[in-house]
């Protein structure tokens, strides 16, 4: 039982100290900031070309590699009363997933590759329910269904998240 308790405090004191490193969450958050800023999120000005699009995401994606420290980081920042980070822990999970090479969960990542057809795939669309998905900070099924095609028509879609949720 002290064995127990003593791993529950010592990641728990780690997890704390991750989540203190100032200039680990502040990059993190500003990279955040960006990609928001970039899709017209927040009061910023959309970038309407979508190859810039890209090419912004693909440099942000070099500078942070560690999509499940990312989750660890928005989990704690929810489970201290942070709604606002309820869709990053999503996101950051889905983008985890994807870079072990699984399958997304939730659904968040919508790419094109190519100039092929904007997809989710690949993705478990039964694990999570769609009322799951809500808490999160995530679309329907059928609203991110809408979102493809919204992507794929070059524009960005206005249901990207539900009513009632803030990033």
């Known amino acids: 039982m002290r064995f127990i308790l003593f791993f529950f405090t010592a990641a728990a004191m780690g997890v704390a100290a991750l989540a203190q490193d100032t200039n680990l969450h502040t990059n993190v958050h500003e990279l955040y900031l960006q990609d928001q800023g970039d899709r017209g999120v927040g009061g910023g ?19 942070v590699r560690d999509y499940l420290l990312a989750h660890v980081l928005a989990s704690v920042a929810v489970a201290k009363g942070d709604s606002k980070s309820l869709w990053i822990s999503a ?77």
Request: net charge positive.
């Open 45 to 63: 000005k959309a970038v309407t070309n979508w190859q810039d699009l890209v090419t912004r995401d693909n440099a942000r994606r070099g500078r």
């Open 91 to 167: 996101a950051s999970l889905d983008r985890y997933l994807q870079l072990i090479g699984q399958t997304q969960v939730f659904g968040t990542q919508y790419q094109s590759k190519d100039d092929k057809p904007y997809t989710q795939e690949a993705y478990n669309r039964t694990l999570i329910p769609d009322a799951l998905r809500l808490v999160f900070c995530v679309p329907s099924l059928k609203q991110q269904k809408s979102n493809v095609a919204d992507f794929n028509a070059g524009k960005y879609p206005a249901g990207i998240l539900p009513a009632g949720c803030q990033r």
